[in-house]
């Protein structure tokens, strides 16, 4: 019957790919994490990819890319990608903390992944940058400021939303300021990583669904259930 | 004549999330000029289903009112704040009455106003405007956001009248009109290419020759059963249509019209362009009141069947016939 009423029919609609959500995942693989911490961060970025994997909307629209800092020095694990087909990466503790290197990484994949969408017509939403640590940076100091710099350029001009974690009582939370104008860092609650890549994914489907116009509220009362202002 | 059809129908996101429809569009006929009209409220403005309707209804009378001097006026920028200005005084007005700020009444716009052969458009936001210039679909106005798919201008916006896309000329061969919101977008236009659907030339040969009760009721299924499915957002339309690609539209034109039309690449005046162009219209002559097939066509009109298969390739690359399940047809 439809077939009757319809001007239109679906095998004619113009195919547009699904508008992105960039998200950079920036995480602390250093010595420190070894132990509980590396394993809960393992078991909370595999489940951010299955609840990602399980909405019918942010499957398409999730854009993930996970940098490191720790073992293996400052690394791009994995470049921006769709995560329908991808296994979440695993990650060992080891190492030293070159945050700043590790941001650089990720904020030059960002830009690469942008001028693809711009070249091949894929709309984006504003990307996301998760910074997680749990000490303070020990790498190159230049490439420190460097990334602060960037990074909260970013932040002032609209073009970068920033989430700076901290996890335990002994990450810097100076440093993760500077990253932050106007964001304050939290801090994870205990090893709850987990409810925070549940919040987060949560809000990447929520983001994926928002129309011109519309602003992105991040759901506050869902921060509560994994953080706690330091 | 101009006839015109629109329709909007609510996003499955506002469906899901119960907030109503933001799109709004109108068609208005009055002194003489016809005028589409479409408004997408913006979604962060809390009135803004509202708003869509004070600009779609204040817009299409100004235009139909002062049609002429808008036309006749050689400064864009007067013409522009004439326009924004009767807009905003409506929306001003309307905020006292709701005690909300302007500002949640934000919307989108995106106009045609036609009137004895000549034609004004204005475009502020995102969506598209396009036209069927004989058999050529064209865009007249790309969507305007910003970096972020979020991000776009709105009649309440400080950079409205400098985003405001304004163009007015003669119709001479154009055949109508389409305006879409960023919902319809999704499915009629892409993205990559900056160019639209040609089933946009389906619409408007549809709206020229349907009843306009019988259009709009198809136009709604149609966009419920299938243009919604491909977006969360809102989708709208409006079209303003004289007529369908057709024999008689491609007969009636210019020698240099018809040469450009079949994107012929021989010298125009070159006798083997003459008769090509005689014999291209020869074949859409014998396909103009029904799909035929090859075979069909060539027990009609005879010739050599290998050149007849050229030439119907060559016709289909120009865009103005169509093929379904071996007959070939008009694309209207």
Known sequence: MYEEENLIEFDELVDNPTTRVPVCLCLDTSGSMDGDPIDELNKGVSMFYSAIRDDDIAKYAADICIATFGSGGARLDQDFAGVEDLQAPYFSAGGMTPMGEAVNIA??????????????GVDYFQPWLVLMTDGEPNGNALELERAIQRTAEAVKNKK???FPIGIGSDADLNVLKKFSPGRTPLKLKGLNFKQFFEWLSQSVSRTSQSSPGETIK??????KGWGELY | MWKSVSCEVQGLGHIRNNVLCQDKTLCLENNGVNVIVLADGAGSARLSHLGAVYVVETVSEFLSNNFNGLFECSDSVEVK???LGSVRAKLRE????LG?????LASTLLFVAVSDNRYIIGHIGDGVIGYLDGITLRVASFPNNGEFANETVFITSI????????FKGKVQSIIGFVIMSDGTEASLYHKKTGSLSKTIVRLIGKTFTYEKKVMESQLIATFENVIRQKTQDDCSIAILSRGNIGYDLINSMSYIEKYDSFKITTRPKDSVTRNRIKWYLKILRCINTEPKSIDEIFQQIGGKKQRLQRSINALLNSGCIQEKKGRYSFIG
């Open chain 1, 107 to 120: 904020l030059d994949a960002l830009e690469r992944r942008k001028e693809e969408f711009k070249n091949s």
């Open chain 1, 160 to 162: 970068l939303t920033v």
């Open chain 1, 218 to 223: 991040l759901d506050l009362d869902g921060i």
């Open chain 2, 81 to 83: 704040v004439s326009i």
């Open chain 2, 94 to 97: 309307k905020s006292d009455e």
């Open chain 2, 100 to 104: 909300c700020a302007i500002s949640d």
């Open chain 2, 159 to 166: 950079n409205a009248d400098n985003a405001f896309n304004l």
